[in-house]
C-alpha cells in the first residue's frame, strides 16, 4: 500500500499537461538612420531594422518622445517631417518593436539637429575596396568611404553602370558576387552618395577584373602583398619605413606605393620585404591617411594589399 501511494503524485503529473512558458523577451531594435549627431535641412527617410525571434506584429518611432507613426510589415521605413521641429537645437528619435506575445523592446535614442539653412554642399565619397587594377575573385566587399558637412543618407553602388544596392549604414558596403560574371572580362565600379539635403556625389570609376578561373594555360596567378609596417590605426610622424611582404609564383615584377589614392613611390624588380621611406612632414596634424601597395608580376597579374588608414601626428 506504502508503494501504491508513492505513485499516485507521479501518475498525476502524467496525467497533466505543463504549463506554456510565454515569451517574455522583447524584440530588438535599432535607428540606422538618421545617424547620431546627424544635422538635417530637409524631409529625410528614417529607416528602422527589427526582429524578434516569434515575429514582430508592429514597429513604430517617436520623435521628442511623441509617437509617431507605425507598420505591421518590413521594411520599416518613415518619413520624417521637420517641418514643426525648432531650428538649431537638439532632437531625438528612437524606434519601438512590439512581438506577437506584447513584450515591447526600445532602441537607444538618437539625436539630430535640424539645419537652419538649406544644405548645398553635394558628400564626396571613393571607393577604397577594391583598387582599380585590382583582379577579383568569388565574394568581393566593395567599400565606399562617404563624408558630407552635414549628414551622408546613404550611398548606392554600381557596377557596369547598373545599380547593384545601397546601403544608410556605415561602414558603406555591398557584397558583390563575381560568380556570374565571365573569367577575364573586365568591369566597373563607382559609388554615388547622398546626403540629408537632397545632394548626391559620384566617386571615380575603377576597374577591375575577375579572376580567370578557366582559360588558356599560362601564369593567372597574382601576386601577395602584405603590409609588415606599418599596421592599420598607427599614429606616425616624419619619415617613417613602410615594409611590405611581396611574394609570386613566379616572381614580382614591379610595386607600387599609394597614399590616399595617389602613386607616390614604384621600384622594378623590388626585394622583398620591400621597404619605403615615407616622408609625412608635408601632411597635416591629426590627419588620416590610406595607404595601399599594388605588386605585378611578368604576365600582368595584379596583387594589391588591403587598404591600411594611419594618422600622421
Known amino acids: ?39 538635417i535641412s530637409q524631409n529625410v527617410q528614417i529607416t528602422v531594422q527589427a526582429s524578434d525571434e516569434t515575429g514582430l506584429s508592429k514597429v513604430w518611432y517617436y520623435v521628442d518622445g511623441v509617437k509617431k507613426e507605425e507598420k505591421t510589415a518590413a521594411p ?14 537638439n532632437h531625438v528619435i528612437q524606434s519601438a518593436a512590439q512581438d506577437k506575445d506584447g513584450n515591447i ?40 568611404h562617404a563624408e558630407d558637412e552635414r549628414s551622408v543618407q546613404k550611398v548606392a553602388f554600381f557596377i557596369d553602370g547598373d545599380s547593384v544596392g545601397a546601403t ?26 547622398f546626403d540629408s539635403g537632397g545632394n548626391s556625389a559620384i566617386s571615380p570609376v575603377i576597374t577591375v577584373t575577375v579572376y580567370p578561373r578557366t582559360g588558356p594555360a599560362g601564369d593567372t596567378t597574382p601576386p ?10 598607427t599614429t606616425v610622424q616624419g619619415t617613417i619605413q613602410v615594409s611590405v611582404d611581396l611574394s609570386d609564383n613566379r616572381g614580382v615584377s614591379q610595386a607600387e606605393f599609394y597614399v590616399d589614392g595617389q602613386l607616390t ?31 605585378y608580376d611578368e604576365a600582368g597579374n595584379v596583387g594589391t594589399t588591403g587598404l591600411l588608414i594611419v594618422t600622421v601626428q
Open 76 to 89: 520599416y521605413t518613415f518619413t520624417l517631417d521637420i517641418s514643426g521641429l525648432t531650428k538649431k537645437v
Open 265 to 295: 613611390e614604384s621600384a622594378d624588380n623590388p626585394d622583398s620585404p620591400w621597404i619605403y621611406n615615407w616622408d609625412t612632414s608635408s601632411k597635416a596634424d591629426s590627419s588620416a591617411h590610406s595607404l595601399y601597395v599594388k605588386a
Open 224 to 233: 601577395s602583398a602584405l603590409f609588415l609596417y606599418p599596421i592599420t590605426g
Open 1 to 39: 500500500m506504502k508503494r501504491f501511494l508513492l505513485l499516485l503524485p507521479f501518475i498525476f503529473l502524467l496525467g497533466c499537461s505543463l504549463p506554456e512558458i510565454s515569451d517574455v523577451i522583447p524584440p530588438v531594435t535599432v535607428v540606422m538612420y538618421p545617424y547620431e549627431g546627424a544635422v
Open 105 to 144: 523592446g526600445y532602441s537607444p535614442v538618437v539625436n539630430f539637429i535640424v539645419a537652419d539653412s538649406p544644405d548645398i554642399t553635394p558628400p564626396s565619397v571613393v571607393i577604397t575596396n577594391p583598387q582599380g587594377g585590382q583582379v577579383v575573385e568569388g565574394i568581393v566587399n566593395i567599400i565606399a
Open 168 to 193: 544608410s549604414a556605415y561602414p558603406y558596403m555591398y557584397n558583390w558576387n563575381t560568380e556570374g560574371y565571365s573569367d577575364s572580362t573586365s568591369h566597373t565600379i563607382y559609388a554615388k552618395a
